[in-house]
C-alpha cells in the first residue's frame, strides 16, 4: 500500500505576495459573506411575519423553519461558492481571495460545506481566541484551515499586482 504524501503548494518565504494582506482582507470578506447569507433570512423572516397577518396567526408558524433554512442557506451557499470554478465566496471575490487545498487543487462543495461548519464549530466551542492561530504561522491559516488542510491566498492578479512591492522588501 503505497501513499503519496504532497509537498506543500505554497511556500510563504518564496511567495509572501499570496499571503500579504490576507488576514485583514478575510474579516471583510466575512463580513460581506455574512450580508450574503443574513439579508435572504430576514427577509424570509419579514415575508412569514406578513404571511401570519394575513392569515390571521396561522402562517407565524413557518417561523420554525428559519432556523434550519438558514443553516441549509449558508451551507449551500459555502460548498457552492467555494466549490465553483474561483474557490472563493462572494465576499473572498470582492476582497481578491480564494481558497486551496494545502497542495494547491482549487476546493471543491463538500470541502467548502464543511469548512464553513468547522469555522462555526471552532468558534462557538474555542471561542473567537481560535483565530488567533493564524497569528502564529507563517501561512496565516486558522484553527479549521489547519484541520481542513485548506490555505487561503490572494488571488492570481492580486498577487501579481503585489509581487514587485513584497519582492522589493525582501
Known sequence: MSMDIKPHAFDPVLNPELFEGVLA????AFLIDFLVIAIPVALAAMFIFAFGIVTLGFGWALYWLLPPAS?????????????GPRSATIGMRVM???????????AYFVLG????????????AF???????AFFNQRKRLL??????????NNPQR???????????R
Open 25 to 28: 482582507r478575510r474579516v471583510v
Open 71 to 83: 443553516v441549509i442557506w449558508a451551507i449551500a451557499y459555502f460548498g457552492a461558492s467555494l466549490g
Open 96 to 106: 481578491e481571495l480564494e481558497m486551496r487545498t494545502w497542495y494547491g487543487a482549487p
Open 113 to 124: 460545506a464543511v469548512h464553513a461548519v468547522a469555522f462555526w464549530f471552532s468558534v462557538s
Open 127 to 133: 471561542t473567537p481566541f481560535v483565530l488567533l492561530v
Open 144 to 153: 479549521h484551515d489547519i484541520v481542513l488542510g485548506t490555505v487561503i491566498i
Open 159 to 169: 498577487a501579481a499586482q503585489l509581487r514587485p512591492f513584497v519582492a522589493g522588501a
